[in-house]
């Protein structure tokens, strides 16, 4: 019996009742004169009323507005039948969502935008603006979270104005446009050019870019537009970026990936030590060390690898690639054909060099240097005295030939390397005598 | 909980053995108490500035809540405890503790805060609850007719959700609108521990009566997500914890078997 008394007492004790508050999906008051709804009075009309299934909210529709094909309402239409037709709803979302998405951008005025955002003293709120009967009936759509209907209303007449929420005066802090997703394939076959577009605004600056893959593809269009056309080179991947802003508000950035394929017949890539995926050119610069290149062929079913020239002299093949080990200062040509049992579709003819090791001997020197640059490529020597106008400036010079400094003054030098256009190297020297 | 009993009960069969050969020594009494529970620390600390908490993702943040590891705002309550013991020849005794203890949240405060910043708004809170089942272990000294004691324990604990809204007056729908969490309200569950004395009276073989005192700890986590209701969207989540931190101090009730 104790124990029966005890066990009570803990039971009673354990389901001890709290107090709750009931919530539900719609708000329980749904009425025109809750929501302040009434086109005589506030210039509102009601689109849709709250359903359970029409689970989002005013920014989640306006993501869901433009991007999923919400059934337009319009102010001239009458009500539609609960749920509003949202397919793929975007549900409860913030406004940074969209604003932060890339595909919104902040404009100045009105007229260029589609989007009102408001902010209240304790929250925020978006709305969709619509435009019918020739431009004469502007309205803005809002749906009031997901507990309350779909109403359409004018540019400061929304049930937040209405109930006060809003700070004075009463208007829309910024107007949004919808940009759009960047549209057009991003899987390229073949050479020729490719267009990707948004949704032109007036007001919008548009600055396309190719933020990597650089080497695959081309931008071959004028700039500030709201499409870009790009030219592909390479087979490989890229990264198309689209930044967008207005005088108003802060740059909004998208971006896609393009997988290229080119189609050529032995085009090709190669690997070393210290990078991957480097375009195979007909000439290549690699740095000492083990090299893999591969090239590719529709419609081949062989390749025949042959070194051509060079010093490097020991390299393996097998199909459609190639390895060999880069010396200081080495190179090497190997010509490439691929062939369709035994029809030929292509050759190619690749070199691979090292620059050098770019060092100097003797140093100081006195009448004549040497640089440890690669044999069988012409450079480009140009020796700048540090405290005059010392200048002296060699053509084709080739690794390991001398250099004649005998008639150059005593004293300090800058030794700048050139191959073609580019310095590949520049180092202090002395000179003495 | 199953845990909790097992290992109660394993305490409690254990000395049987060793003194069963000897005389009845060991004995089991039930006691009743209540009195009051003071908030300490920030559990009752009432700063609404200091712990309000800010949606930092908007250019101009606005308040989504409290942290009540800050400030608990919790004011003068009451508890009751119901308390089985068995005391050893040996001066130690094991107990089961259970009880709940009660403490109304001061709203004033809050209310006033948030008027300050956007219009005359009252704000509501439900009392917290914690409900308490501690086994503990303590020492007893009698003299004559006095028992002291001092005990320690630790347990489970389990508090209602520490929900609160804010009905915005200055708002001219008909309700006004409420600014408060819109989600679930779990009960909320954590390991509570504490110590604490008493001094009892036997006044019979039977019958004692006397006072105790005793502070107990727990810590409660929940998630909150505030926002205007109806209409408006719902403010980030944020994270907290309850730290109910309590001195218990009343008149305790014993019979002894």
Same mark, same amino acid.
């Given at each position: ?29 749904? /009425? ?69 998405? !890339? ?40 749906? +009031? ?21 809003? $700070? ?11 940009? !759009? ?21 007036? &007001? ?24 870009? =056309? ?19 508000? =802060?740059?909004? =950035?998208?971006?896609? $990936? ?9 085009? !090709? &890539?190669?690997? $070393?030590?210290? &990078? ?15 090299? $893999? ?16 020239? !060079? ?19 080495? /190179? ?32 100081? /020197? ?30 084709? +010079?080739?690794?390991? &030939? ?15 390397? +050139? ?15 | 909980?199953? @845990? ?53 993702? #908007? ?28 005391? %050893? ?20 405060? %809050? ?7 956007? *219009? ?64 679930? @309200?779990? @009960?909320?569950?954590? %390991?509570?521990?504490?110590? *604490? ?49 309590? %001195?218990?101090?009343?008149?305790? #009730?014993?019979?002894?078997?």
């Amino acid at each position: 019996m104790k124990k029966y008394l005890l066990s009570s007492v803990f039971v009673a004790l354990l389901f001890a009742p709290i107090i709750t508050f009931s919530q539900g999906s719609c708000y329980a008051d749904q /009425s025109d004169f809750y929501w302040k709804i009434s086109q005589s009075l506030y210039g509102s009309k009601r689109l849709s009323d709250c359903h359970p299934n029409a689970y989002y909210n005013c920014h989640g529709f306006v993501m869901s507005y433009f991007e999923n094909g919400c059934t337009d309402a319009g102010w001239s239409k009458n009500q539609i039948a609960a749920p509003y037709s949202c397919p793929n709803n975007q549900g409860i979302k913030s406004a940074g969502s969209y604003q932060n998405s !890339g595909k919104y951008v902040q404009v100045c005025s009105e007229a260029n935008a589609n989007i009102a955002y408001y902010k209240f003293v304790r929250g925020d709120h978006s709305a969709v603006k619509e435009v019918s009967a020739g431009g004469s009936i502007i309205k803005y759509l809002s749906k +009031y979270n997901f507990d309350g209907p779909l109403v359409a209303h004018n540019l400061t007449g929304s049930w937040y104005h209405l109930d006060g929420q809003e $700070t004075v005066p009463p208007t829309p802090v910024q107007f949004w446009s919808y940009v !759009g997703p960047i549209l057009g394939n991003p899987n390229i076959v073949g050479l020729s050019q490719k267009t990707f577009n948004v949704n032109n605004i007036s &007001s919008v600056t548009y600055s396309w870019s190719i933020v990597s893959g650089n080497s695959n593809i081309n931008i071959s269009s004028a700039s500030n537009q709201s499409s870009v =056309t790009l030219t592909p080179t390479h087979s490989g991947t890229a990264v198309l970026r689209l930044n967008v802003s207005s005088a108003c508000g =802060t740059v909004k =950035t998208q971006q896609i $990936t393009l997988n290229i394929q080119t189609n050529v017949c032995l085009e !090709g &890539s190669y690997n $070393t030590g210290s &990078s991957s995926g480097q375009h195979l050119y007909t000439v290549n610069s690699v740095p000492v060390g083990s090299v $893999t290149a591969t090239v590719t062929c529709p419609n081949a079913t062989s390749y025949t690898w042959q070194k051509t020239s !060079g010093t490097i002299n020991s390299w393996f093949a097998s199909g459609a690639n190639v390895s060999f080990s880069m010396t200081s200062g080495g /190179s090497i040509t190997f010509s490439v054909t691929a062939k369709n049992g035994a029809t030929t579709l292509a050759t190619r003819n690749v070199t691979f060099y090292n620059y050098g090791s770019f060092m100097v001997y003797p140093n100081p /020197s006195t009448t004549s240097l040497s640089i440890d640059v690669n044999k069988d490529i012409p450079f480009t020597v140009v020796l700048q005295s540090f405290d005059g106008p010392t200048r002296a400036e060699i053509q084709n +010079y080739y690794g390991e &030939s001398k250099i004649d400094i005998s008639t150059l003054k005593p004293g300090e030098y800058v030794l700048y390397i +050139y191959h073609g256009d580019e310095i590949i190297n520049q180092q202090r020297i002395i000179i003495n005598k | 909980m199953k @845990r909790i009993i097992g290992l109660l009960i394993f305490m409690i069969v254990l000395p049987y053995p060793l003194f069963s050969q000897t005389e009845p020594l060991i004995k089991w009494s039930l006691s009743l108490s209540g009195g009051l529970a003071v908030p300490l620390a920030a559990y009752g600390k009432n700063d609404p500035e200091g712990s309000a908490v800010y949606n930092t993702e #908007v250019q101009n943040p606005w308040i989504i809540g409290f942290q009540k590891g800050r400030s608990g705002f919790a004011g003068m309550g009451h508890y009751y405890n119901a308390e089985l013991k068995v005391s %050893l020849p040996n001066s130690i005794h094991f107990f089961l503790r259970s009880g709940q203890f009660v403490n109304p949240v001061t709203t004033a405060e %809050l209310s006033l805060f948030l008027s300050g910043k956007h *219009g005359i708004e009252k704000v509501e809170h439900v009392d917290y609850e914690i409900f308490y089942m501690t086994p503990g272990v303590g020492y007893s000294k009698t003299l004559k007719n006095w028992d002291l004691g001092i005990s320690v324990f630790a347990g489970y604990a389990q508090i209602n959700y520490p929900y609160y809204r804010s009905i915005l007056l200055y708002t001219t729908t008909d309700p006004p609108l409420i600014w408060g969490h819109d989600g679930e @309200r779990p @009960r909320l569950n954590a %390991l509570t521990y504490g110590g *604490g004395f008493n001094i009892n009276y036997n006044f019979t073989s039977h019958w004692a009566i006397g006072l105790e005192s005793t502070y107990q700890k727990a810590a409660f986590d929940y998630s909150m997500t505030t926002r205007i209701i109806p209409g408006f969207t719902p403010n980030p989540e944020f994270s907290d914890t309850v730290k109910a931190s309590v %001195l218990n101090a009343g008149l305790t #009730v014993g019979y002894t078997f």
